[in-house]
């Protein structure tokens, strides 16, 4: 058992409170946790691990086991508690890492940003077995990462762009053709309907390629418009990649994407997208049961891209604002956000200059699913209140039919069928609870979404804690066995 080896002394050891802490709320037995333990190293490509009740009782006892168990059962505390659990609130010491590894405060220059970007892909494409790269990644949440953030508005002292392209490598070569620039850019569009149509686990390698040729180019000289350019290709793609590895369950590496994104579209001088990045970050914090993160995260986007964004983006962070509030237990605010989000939108529909693309999958269906997401959280925080479970269905249920005559947003139509399930469950309705959440199935199948799976799975599970009699939710759950084993996803 070499691979579980521990730093420490038996003299230095004792009882690890902060472990057993989390480990007794989990409601895991020591093998339950030592086989997930396993399960999850040999997922990571980790195969010398073998944990076992033994070395699970070390561990409690006071014993620091070696990387990358520290991080695994980071990911699997996290996972258990739907928030971020760190390696340090577990009593475990973190190894040290890199810059390019670690941490999301990082220097808000040119070249900097061009070298972790080259550097993090190519450690992504190499290491691409499922969550690798991730286990030697730690979530940031808190102001050590919300304050790094803030300084996205602050102006870079001597311009980057071209300078920055100029400097960051030693390298130089021809100077990309315009036709040239324009199918760079195209790519991003089209991997964006890819991850619409097909989840985040079918491409995610293939962005991550793209990104990192993109590196490449930007470590040659070129003229300033250029570089702004390839800076803005390179911020949309490390944003989908970003999104990808949040959809496939990589927490830690979607949020390093997402930091270095934010740093691309500073060197663009794109606003806009900056905000649509940081949305994207405030939404992996409500998932992960942060969402004082996710509004902080949503204001700094509203006030970095005021007066620049278009009002379908406005729309957006207003409806990423309701959902951060309804997770905070905030009614009167959430429904405030929700009309800024309804009446902002209609502005859009009139809005007749060009949007960027980024922000067109931002339709009517995707306001009401948001906007009924909030309505169900809330409902959730206000312990299963049916009158907010009452002000989500009519909500969800336009959003579900919108969706369903959606080809190129698969993906979201499923997320919706199994949002309108967990309004039933609310309702106590489990017969259509059950219904939706089967339909929600077939499409999951269309899709290659760890995201999508998992919350089916959820819903399922709380189907069979609470009605587990019911003849429909038995073969519901007949159904997730056939149609949706747990498996590991490739990316």
Same mark, same amino acid.
């Given at each position: 058992?070499? =691979? ?29 946790? +030592? ?8 997922? %990571? ?22 990387? *990358?168990? *520290?991080?695994?059962?980071? $990911? ?29 405060? %990082?220097?808000?220059? =040119? ?52 300078? +920055? ?46 990104? #990192?040729?993109?590196?490449? &180019?930007?470590? $040659? ?14 911020? $949309? ?25 934010? #740093? ?13 990045? &940081? ?11 942060? *969402? ?8 700094? +986007? ?29 009614? =009167? ?35 009401? =699913? ?21 002000? /989500? ?21 499923? &997320? ?20 939706? /959440? ?24 709380? +189907? ?16 997730? /066995?056939?149609? &949706? ?7």
């Amino acid at each position: 058992m070499g =691979g579980n080896g521990a730093s420490g002394t038996a003299a230095d050891k004792r009882p690890n409170e902060l472990l057993g802490s989390w480990f007794v709320r989990s409601g895991w037995s020591k093998g339950e946790l +030592a086989r997930q333990v396993n399960r999850r190293a040999r997922q %990571l490509g980790a195969s010398h691990i073998s944990t076992d009740t033994s070395r699970v009782r070390r561990w409690l006892d006071g014993e620091n086991p070696r990387e *990358p168990i *520290p991080r695994i059962l980071s $990911e699997l505390f996290s996972e258990r508690f739907g928030c971020v659990v760190a390696v340090e609130d577990l009593g475990l010491r973190a190894a040290h890492q890199s810059p390019s590894v670690s941490g999301v405060d %990082l220097p808000w220059t =040119g070249p900097q940003t061009v070298a972790l970007l080259g550097e993090f892909s190519r450690s992504d494409l190499m290491l691409a077995r499922r969550g690798f790269l991730g286990s030697s990644l730690a979530l940031a949440a808190g102001p050590s990462l919300v304050e790094p953030m803030q300084r996205w508005l602050v102006p870079t002292p001597g311009g980057g762009g071209a300078q +920055a392209a100029d400097s960051a490598g030693a390298r130089r070569g021809g100077k990309l053709s315009p036709p040239e620039l324009e199918l760079l850019e195209s790519t991003a569009v089209m991997f964006r309907q890819w991850d619409a149509q097909c989840g985040g686990g079918l491409r995610r390698k293939a962005v991550v390629g793209q990104l #990192h040729e993109v590196t490449d &180019l930007l470590q $040659e000289s070129q003229p300033e418009p250029t570089a702004r350019r390839l800076f803005k290709v390179a911020a $949309e793609l490390a944003e989908l990649a970003g999104w990808m590895s949040y959809d496939v369950g990589l927490q830690p590496t979607a949020q390093k994407y997402f930091v270095l994104a934010l #740093h691309a579209a500073k060197e663009a001088g794109d606003k806009p997208l900056g905000s649509y990045i &940081l949305s994207s970050m405030s939404r992996q914090m409500i998932h992960l049961g942060r *969402p004082e993160d996710a509004l902080e995260l949503v204001h700094l +986007a509203q006030y970095g891209s005021r007066d620049c964004a278009g009002p379908r983006t406005q729309a957006m962070l207003h409806a990423m604002e309701a959902r951060a509030y309804a997770n905070m237990g905030q009614p =009167g605010k959430c429904k405030r956000a929700v009309r800024m989000a309804e009446d902002t939108f209609e502005d859009a529909e009139e809005f007749t200059e060009p949007e960027p693309d980024w922000i067109r999958f931002f339709s009517r269906a995707e306001l009401h =699913g948001e906007n009924a997401h909030s309505y169900r959280d809330l409902a959730y925080v206000a312990g299963r209140s049916p009158t907010y479970a009452s002000l /989500a269905e009519p909500v969800m249920a336009r959003a579900v039919e919108l969706f369903g005559k959606d080809e190129e947003h698969q993906r979201s139509y499923a &997320l919706n069928l199994i949002g309108m399930a967990t309004v039933h469950l609310l309702r106590r309705e489990p017969e259509q609870s059950a219904d939706l /959440a089967a339909q929600a199935m077939t499409v999951a199948r269309k899709v290659r979404s760890e995201r999508v799976n998992t919350r089916i799975r959820k819903t399922v599970d709380t +189907a069979v804690r609470e009605f587990g009699d019911v003849t429909e939710v038995v073969q519901l759950t007949e159904h997730l /066995a056939l149609h &949706l084993p747990e498996t590991a996803m490739a990316v």
